[in-house]
């Protein structure tokens, strides 16, 4: 049980590009005010990134890669809460589109339950003006609400679990496609599929209707 433990919350939290529906574009936003924090943030992304390319197929099971990534991601949050104390929110007239995007995708795969909750309103806010898909929003909301143990309402996380991933706990289950849909995210089929063809593991959404 310690070994699922230690994996699930890095496999369920580790796609949070493929909750982008690919014809998203958010407005045209001005140039950064802040091009170091920017620059810094990008540099975060990419040690973020870098390390997660590993984590597929039979190095889902790897205890050592998996500390590292645990470690990473809570170097990255001790910097971003000291972003986030002194700036808010880094959003895009601060940081530009990418590296907002960067500290949305860092901000769910980080430990820290506070800090998730401390980007939701700014994230939504930045949704309504246009500056980030509504379906980024949605995403954070579903790790807050796992992050809660409360059920999650747009599918768009999944658990290890035998093997493999299944959905994670998910309010009505009739009605998730249509609640994707109304935020810009991909069909389930279609996001699952991507998942069996990043970690080439088996991905199951028990019952969701076909």
Not at 111 to 135: D, F, Q
């Amino acid at each position: 049980m310690g070994r699922l433990t230690l994996r699930a919350p890095l496999l369920l939290t580790a796609l949070a590009c493929l909750a982008l529906p690919a014809a998203a574009q958010p407005a045209p936003a001005a140039a950064p005010q802040d091009e170091a924090l920017r620059q810094e943030l990008l540099g975060m992304y990419e040690a973020d990134q870098a390390v997660r390319r590993r984590l597929v197929g039979e190095a889902v099971r790897d205890e050592a890669l998996l500390r590292e990534i645990m470690a990473l991601d809570a170097a990255h949050t001790r910097r971003l809460r000291e972003i986030f104390d002194a700036h808010g929110f880094p959003g895009v007239r601060m940081v530009g589109k990418e590296a907002m995007q960067a500290v949305v995708t860092m901000v769910v795969h980080g430990p820290s339950l506070e800090l998730k909750r401390l980007a939701l309103a700014p994230l939504l806010e930045a949704a309504r003006r246009g500056e980030a898909p509504m379906s980024v929003y949605a995403g954070m909301l579903d790790t807050v609400l796992r992050g809660e143990g409360q059920p999650q309402i747009y599918g768009t996380k999944f658990e290890f679990a035998g093997g493999g991933l299944a959905l994670a706990p998910t309010r009505d289950l009739k009605g998730l496609a249509a609640r994707r849909a109304k935020v810009g995210l991909m069909p389930l089929a279609e996001y699952m599929k991507g998942l069996e063809e990043m970690y080439k593991v088996p991905v199951t959404a028990p019952g969701v209707p076909r």
